[in-house]
């Protein structure tokens, strides 16, 4: 297997070996045996990892001696051909020089500060709890979750990270095997002495917890053999007591050891040797030294003398909470600081096992306090089991972390809950006070206007010196005077709107006499946007977020880093006047867009802007969380055979080269037959020619040219700059067709003179927006007057198309009585539904 993409290299020189060393790796990666010699030795297990671990070398510079002769066996016969071979020196290196290979752990002496940070971990302990590894009748072994397990470790393993196992799981199978034989005994010797009927009066006694252990032990350690294997890893067996560790010379015994197997690339599998093992001392632990209680102490203490990167504790619940997780108001945290074990409420310990989350916290910030980071996670969850180690190293919010390390500012999680707490506060706000506020936002855009534009100017100084952004990039990037100006007639369109926004009636109903039901607009929720490179998006969806009472969280890109800051500190203050201010909140630390889709009890809605590639990965992402937007804007311009040539030169030009990038630019134009070789259609294509607009023919336009352009890959491709696809069709049905099979179901137009063309065209396309005689552009909230727009939707409930205020509000139903049940509308009541319809008064 590969080292992982993301560990950073090495630095160093280049790789000696050249083309030789780029075989070795490929033979590698296709997973063929390997075999070596080295000072005339024979190895008789060379594995991949190993032959990894001797490219790394060669590429580090370290000494060498020897050759080592690498060959590719043939995985069907296991034989080496001669002209595989390749020659390389043979290492010797000592364990401190193994630990110098390309994966880095973190800086000597601090643990990790961030989750983002634990992809760098090399060294990793994971414990097993009993819970983890056992069955729910805690007879037997869970074997699908101790496969996945496994299987997730050696994925790290072969990544180069350096792999230890604390297990439990000896006393549960050595009971299942007891048991059996208990059971088998017993059943033989009542079949001689007492006859078949009385089999079923037969009872197990309680079997001793050591006896279980010694019984279980070796077949434990069988199982995880077996298991390894299967990946071509070696795994070995270490039973320590408490006693190990207090005696020096045992203690250095022990480090050797596992030393010396991570320097061979085995994992070591630790385990208390629960048979001899004498009953737990309470509070035995000496001069700052965890006492071997359990196996969450014996963890915590292994990972500390070995000094690894990372701890990850498994346990049958997700992590820490606040109070007992099963209590209605438990709460998860996410990272825990020494000290805030004060604030939380600990319950009884696991189903099986020694410890409880109250020794797992201790064991853990033992470990913190030694200098190694540690996160305890679910490893019984469904959903998250193949793959919570593996989740976790790549930094992903699963489970508690726990770092020394406390943000200045606060959590995502707790951002949230004060967004909801002002977002209703907001809500119930008197519509001139919103209204208000968003006045105050546009006047400070432009009383502020040169501090906002030096901000940006920074930021678009940095996207430059980067180059790591494409020009319609820069563009979205840049703040004008005028588009600030633009910006702010658009808040106070919003806010000429946001009047009657929040508690409008909608429908209002008599159900019976004394019975009124109305329906009423109120707020979504929380609501959160995650935007790329689109500083002008803050202000914009914040005031649509005002108008609307929805507390909202913004996640922006960091090449608009101060901008963002900037424009966030002044919609701020222009909160902080009616008391809400927390009611728009930027999320500045380092989560992943990834985990913020998690949120599903805090975040009602996710609007992304940005790539379709962006929309893409939220959509996927989010598990629990509506998301409002469109991964892709292809839309289409129709050149109906009645179309007139000036309408369709400045529509084609305006839908194509007017902005590129946006969203609502045309993408593909299909142009009917007629119009071949005709001058209507040479003045098209002169027109992109002189606007440097490439052009891509789909198959059925190159079919009818000797000299066509290229060939377009997909007539599925959003191209976001100045190139476009050209198309032939024979009508406007087939026009349709084409647009329903490659489009996005965002903007599509027809140019024509043919009014009943077009009223088929503005039926029969099944888009967001369809348009006649008008560029693909004007889909835009702003244009469509509903002052600024939170996204475009291609969705087919809620809202779709440009997303302005009443796309972020839902109803409620208010029902209003004197007292009556439903028992009044029976055959034996009283009463009767009348259902009548009440008028609805609109306001002036």
Request: hydrophobic share 40%.
């Amino acid at each position: 297997m590969q080292p992982r993409p993301d560990v950073p290299p090495r630095p160093g020189p280049a790789p000696r070996g050249g083309p030789a060393a780029a075989g070795a790796r490929l033979a590698v990666q296709e997973g063929a045996g390997v075999e070596g010699l080295a000072d005339g030795r024979r190895f008789c297990s060379l594995t991949g990892r190993a032959v990894l671990r001797v490219i790394m070398l060669l590429k580090a510079n370290l000494p060498v001696i020897g050759t080592l002769s690498l060959r590719a066996a043939s995985p069907r016969t296991g034989h080496c051909p001669p002209r595989c071979r390749l020659v390389y020196r043979a290492v010797t290196v000592s364990p401190r020089q193994w630990s110098s290979l390309p994966i880095h752990g973190c800086t000597p002496g601090k643990p990790f500060a961030h989750r983002s940070e634990l992809r760098q971990a090399k060294r990793i302990v994971v414990k097993l709890g009993s819970a983890v590894v056992t069955r729910g009748d805690e007879c037997g072994l869970a074997l699908g979750r101790l496969a996945s397990i496994v299987e997730q470790v050696s994925v790290l393993q072969n990544q180069g990270r350096e792999m230890l196992i604390v297990t439990s799981g000896a006393v549960a199978f050595g009971k299942q095997r007891l048991r059996h034989e208990i059971l088998l005994s017993q059943s033989v010797r009542q079949a001689l002495h007492s006859g078949q009927n009385q089999l079923k009066d037969m009872t197990v006694p309680v079997l001793e917890a050591r006896a279980c252990a010694a019984a279980g032990q070796s077949g434990l350690m069988a199982l995880y053999e077996a298991m390894f294997t299967q990946y071509s890893i070696c795994a070995a067996q270490i039973l320590v007591t408490n006693l190990d560790f207090h005696d020096e010379q045992k203690r250095r015994n022990l480090s050797s050891t596992l030393h010396e197997l991570l320097r061979m690339n085995i994992v070591p599998i630790i385990n208390t040797n629960d048979a001899v093992v004498p009953p737990p001392e309470p509070n035995s632990d000496l001069q700052g030294m965890i006492s071997i209680k359990d196996n969450d102490s014996l963890a915590a203490r292994l990972a500390v003398e070995m000094k690894a990167d990372l701890l990850i504790v498994l346990s049958d619940v997700e992590g820490l909470y606040d109070c007992p997780p099963g209590l209605d108001d438990a709460k998860l945290i996410d990272t825990f600081y020494p000290g805030d074990q004060q604030s939380v409420t600990f319950g009884t310990k696991s189903r099986v096992g020694l410890g409880g989350m109250e020794a797992k916290v201790k064991a853990a910030l033992w470990a913190l306090q030694g200098e190694t980071s540690v996160v305890i996670a679910s490893g019984t969850h469904p959903k998250v089991t193949g793959h919570v180690i593996t989740d976790i190293v790549e930094g992903k919010k699963v489970g508690t972390f726990f770092s020394e390390v406390k943000p200045a500012g606060p959590t995502v999680e707790q951002q949230a809950e004060m967004a909801r707490a002002d977002g209703r506060a907001m809500a119930s706000l008197q519509p001139e006070q919103r209204v208000d506020i968003i006045h105050r936002l546009a006047d400070l855009l432009t009383d502020n206007r040169e501090e906002i534009l030096n901000a940006n100017q920074r930021d678009v100084e940095k996207a430059i010196a980067s180059g790591r952004l494409s020009p319609p990039l820069l563009k979205r990037l840049s703040l004008t005077t005028a588009r600030l100006n633009s910006l702010a007639i658009g808040l106070r369109q919003i806010a000429a709107s946001a009047q009657d926004s929040v508690g409008r009636l909608i429908r209002k109903t008599r159900v019976a006499n004394g019975l009124d039901l109305q329906q009423v607009s109120v707020p979504i929720g929380v609501l959160l946007v995650i935007f790329e490179s689109r500083p002008d998006c803050l202000p914009q969806v914040s005031a649509l977020a005002i108008a609307s009472g929805n507390g909202l969280l913004l996640k922006g890109g960091k090449e608009a880093n101060h901008s963002i800051h900037t424009l966030q500190r002044l919609t701020q203050d222009a909160l902080a006047a009616h008391g809400v201010k927390d009611a728009v909140q930027l999320v500045s630390t380092r989560e992943e867009v990834e985990d913020l889709c998690q949120l599903d009890k805090l975040i009602d809605l996710i609007i992304p802007r940005g790539s379709s590639q962006l929309v893409r990965d939220i959509q996927r992402a989010s598990k629990g969380i509506p998301v409002l937007g469109h991964s892709e804007g292809i839309c289409h311009v129709f050149l109906d055979a009645e179309a007139n040539i000036e309408k369709a030169i400045k529509i084609v030009r305006d839908s194509k080269c007017d902005y590129p990038a946006a969203c609502n630019a045309m993408e593909t134009l299909l142009v009917h037959r007629d119009h071949l070789r005709t001058p209507f259609f040479d003045q098209i294509i002169d027109m992109l020619r002189v606007e440097q607009v490439k052009i891509h023919a789909g198959p059925r336009f190159a079919s009818y040219l000797t000299f066509s352009p290229s060939e377009v890959r997909s007539l599925r491709t959003e191209y976001g700059e100045l190139e476009c696809c050209i198309e032939v069709v024979d009508n406007v049905q087939e026009a349709i067709g084409h647009i329903h099979k490659y489009g996005s179901s965002h903007t599509d137009v027809i140019v024509t003179e043919n009014e009943e063309t077009a009223e088929h065209f503005l039926q029969y396309v099944d888009s967001a927006c369809v348009f006649w005689n008008a560029s693909s552009r004007f889909s835009d909230g702003y244009r469509f007057s509903l002052g600024a727009e939170v996204g475009i939707s291609t969705a087919r409930i809620h809202a779709r198309g440009p997303v302005g205020l009443e796309g972020l509000l839902t109803t409620k139903w208010l029902l209003r009585g004197h007292g009556q049940g439903v028992c009044d509308f029976t055959e034996q009541g009283s009463m009767t539904y009348i259902h009548e319809n009440l008028p609805v008064p609109h306001p002036v």
